[in-house]
């Protein structure tokens, strides 16, 4: 069954080196000393930190987003493909970088404010899952529902609240899930921007396994990250099950004709240019400044090997999207797979609900170390393999995300009919399930493709050799060495895999499922 | 028209219908896009290999001094005549294409190193000629990952040659019994003060110098002359250093202050550095190129390596006469850097050989250029860009390794206390 095929290669990437990490960190710790860790005042207020940057980038990023999901999906303006695909790109920008940038903007505005500078950084990089993945859940609802309230008199308001809003509940939900998470884990926007005190979870484990080897301490902080991560998890998915399901209707977006839609699409375009293009832009700025002048030297360069790399940047974009569409593949057949079995129900379902959010809240340490102690057997932990499989480990979540929304919207009555009606469950999946999923899964395939064309944590402690080279790499060994030719360099490859994963969004875009071939007559 | 692609679902293959091809598209697209790229850039790769454009840089630099000294001293110490900074690579790219198919490679040998590990395309190829074991680099990530990783595999390490603990991390590995002890022949050409294991569990194969750096356009006045001068405010505001608790360097120059003004009065220096305004960031990346006016921030000091000016030289957009920065000489603290035979390996005989080649002449002389620290071996040339834009550390300083373990939480803590506050 294709849920267990799912569970079973998250229970070996996942599970499996967990267990064997934190077994033998924890082998000689009693509870008392795990007690007495806890029990500590500085423990108690790291988490304290860590919960509440979190809540407050993932309220920002949901509030922030959905402006803008709406009007990618309801509203038809010039740019708008472009805009879609362009959320995307600081998913793959370098922290240091980014962080570097926020943090010297900050200066020059002369706000001391670190708390706000964390959530800046986050709502940057994190703004494209509230806004594909509710966009893309919105644009399959039923605009009729909506026209009737109005009808029977509810304002536009209520209408929205109780219909539309309702509707988008699970979307919300499963995208906020993975912000929260995504936030919570932050390491390199913490340490730029935080200050050197504020302490989280994540870095108080990188801490204590890195540089003072307390493994001990480390995990019983990497089990209490657990422990609200799978918290998290859990109530996430009563959440969502309990939203109330739409049905589901694939809406052609309307023009641009009245006030309040020309409000809501300035508003999107403004929050897109406060918190993401300039940014970005000041980085493309950066990176054709040659000397006093400009140019594209940085750009030309990227062909020859600089010496500080062990390949040409160009070769490691070639391996940074070997990864990234492998990546993406498995992530998107592990992640339809669970998406089925969490719709279907079922403890499988429910167990896999919460696993598939399990590897964006642990910390990258752990689960890295927990890759180096659970493979040692049979050489595992040489394969190049490892690479796309951790990066698609990281992509599961954001598929299942946008899939078990899109999925739920069928709603069992259809199914059941096509039951009825002697389909067999195959059939029924193709004509029912897949053509409302695929849209979703496509979604998903594209944010897999931008974690893995991003990472970088994983993929320095696992890639072997000059073929597991990414780009992320790159640009980390590029910044790591003085000399302005290779900072221009890092900024020059930052632009073009920031372009690179547009485009792979762009083009996954383009797979739109067409009304016509739709389950909308059987509705 | 039918459209036919396969997902894993139950087994069985789907059929999707007409006007739904839209995933193999992608694919092929993605694909296409790779393979196009791929096309390219390896291209360019073998142009750069063949014309050696990786090695002009230093060529260049290197043919516009007089650095007849160096590489002759070396050229009498060594018989393949690859003293030259600009040619030891060209001579390796060489050997790896006169190297075919007739080595009998008989076994492999693995190293995990840092992530900064770096040598020359093909430097390996000569170990393989003389050995008949290849060699497989792993990265551990980061200098402290490296050695994190190293303790909790203990017993069934990831390789068989770990390069990368230095000084400072040292006792750690040797508390939790990584290595297992081996004398390297390599030995007699490393000068004894680099030596710091009488048990020979690690063989010393680079050194370098942590210091704090200036960028002496970014002055406004005179550049400070020694670690006294950076307390008074109108430099201390406009130094960046790293944390000690995230970053190697940081570390360093925190030790430097401990070697300098004594167990009891380091707190007191730092004090006044906060007073006046010091900045930290978490890493070394993050203070040079987020803060300090190489990456278009507003500081003018920072702590860096006694070979960043020549790297700024080598990596430079313009063509500088000087290097744009300079080095506080009274900084500097040495950061020595060993390899060790982990315990477990399976192939002690290929380890053994691997730490020979690491000490040895022709190894020696291609980590300068690429990692930019003097080789161990006193025996081996020093590239002619270092000899003119390198500053010399005459006397650096030191703590000892059991000294360093013994106290580092404390001081780092300590640290945290005074400046984070």
Redesign the interface.
Known sequence: MAGGAAGLFLIALVVWPLVAVLNRSLASVGPGEVWSVLGRGSTRSVVAFTAIQALASTAATVVLGLPLAYCLARLRFPGRQLLRAAVVVPFVLPTVVVAAAVDNTFDAIGLDMPLLAIVYAHVFFNLAVVVRVVSSAWATIDSRQHEAARMLGASPWTAWRTVTFRQLTPALLASASIVFLFSFTSFGVIRILGGLRRATLETEIYRFAVTRAEFDVAAVLALLQLVVVVALAVSSALLQRRASKGTWRPGRPGPVNSVARKLVLTLAVAIVVAIQAVPAVLMVAQSVRVGDGFGVDHYLNLFDRADVLPVSAAEAIVNSLLFASAAALVATVVGVAASSAIVAGGPLGRWLETLNLVPLGVSAVTLGFGYLVGFAAFDLRQSIWLVPLAHAVIGVPFVVAAVVPAMRSVGLRVRQAAAVLGASPGVVWRTVDWPVTRRAALTGAGFAAAVSLGEFGATSFLARGQESFTAPLAIFRLLSTPGQSLRGQALALSVVIGVLVAVVAAVLERARPRSSDSVGGLL | MTATTT????G?S????G??R??P???A???A??GT??A???D??DD?TATG??VD??GDEADDTDDSDSDGAAMDDTDDGTTDDSADAEAAAEETEDTPEAVEVTGSV?LITH??F?VT?GLFDNFTLETGYEV????G??A??L???A???AG?P?ADVLFGVDNTFLQ?ALD?EIFESYASAGLATIPSELQLDPENRVTPIDFGDVCVNYWTDALDGPAPAGLDDLTDPSYASSFVTE?P??SSPGFAFLLATIATYGEDGWQDYWQQLTDGGVT???????A????FV????DKAIVT?YAT??V??V?????DYEEPP?GVLTDSCFRQIEFAGILAGTENRDGAEKLVDFMTDTLFQEDMP??M?VYPANSEAAIPSSFEQWATVVDSPLTLEPAEIEAN??RW?QEW?EI??R
């Open positions: 997902m894993v679902d139950n069985e789907l059929h999707l219908r006007g739904q839209s995933l598209l992608i694919v697209l993605i694909l896009l790779v790229l791929a390219c850039s390896s360019d790769g750069a454009d990786t840089l230093s693995r992530d900064s770096l395309e497989e680099v792993v990265s990530g980061d402290g990952e050695v994190s990783r303790i909790l595999t069934q990831e750690r939790a944390d608790e995230t930290v960031e978490p890493g070394w990346s993050e040079y190129y987020g803060q190489a990456g278009g921030g860096s960043s000016p790297a700024e080598i990596f430079a957009e313009v920065t250029l690429n930019f580092r939480s780092t945290a400046v984070l």
